[in-house]
């Protein structure tokens, strides 16, 4: 998982920082909502679309995160199931 090991506290950086955009992004579409002037709302949708950026960059990089930890996991694995192959080589 991304929350244990050495990459604990930006995991838990990262999804803080995702969590005050996904906030930010509340705000901005109930004051575009309520926005009367048509500048407000531009204002008000470029930013709901910068912090949409944000966000899912931010998810992808934790999904690659993901990905890499189940990759070395597996990697691992081989590792374990190559060397006692070799040992049941060696003891014939």
């Known amino acids: 998982s991304n929350f244990r090991g050495r990459n604990l506290y930006v995991s838990i950086l990262t999804t803080t920082v995702s ?3 996904l906030a ?3 705000w901005c579409t109930i004051r575009f909502l309520q ?3 048509v500048r407000d709302m531009i204002l008000y949708a ?3 679309m910068c ?3 944000a966000v899912t960059m931010l998810k992808l990089w ?3 995160m993901m ?3 189940s990759i070395v996991r597996e990697i691992k694995r081989v590792e374990l199931q190559v060397s ?3 040992e049941r080589l060696e003891s014939r």
Do not use: Q
Request: proline fraction near 0%; charge should be neutral; charged fraction near 10%.
């Open 35 to 37: 926005a009367v002037e």
């Open 24 to 26: 930010v992004m509340v």
């Open 84 to 86: 006692t192959l070799a």
């Open 62 to 64: 934790f999904w690659l």
């Open 67 to 69: 990905i890499r930890y």
């Open 19 to 21: 969590l005050m955009m």
């Open 51 to 53: 912090m949409l950026c």
């Open 46 to 48: 470029v930013v709901f």
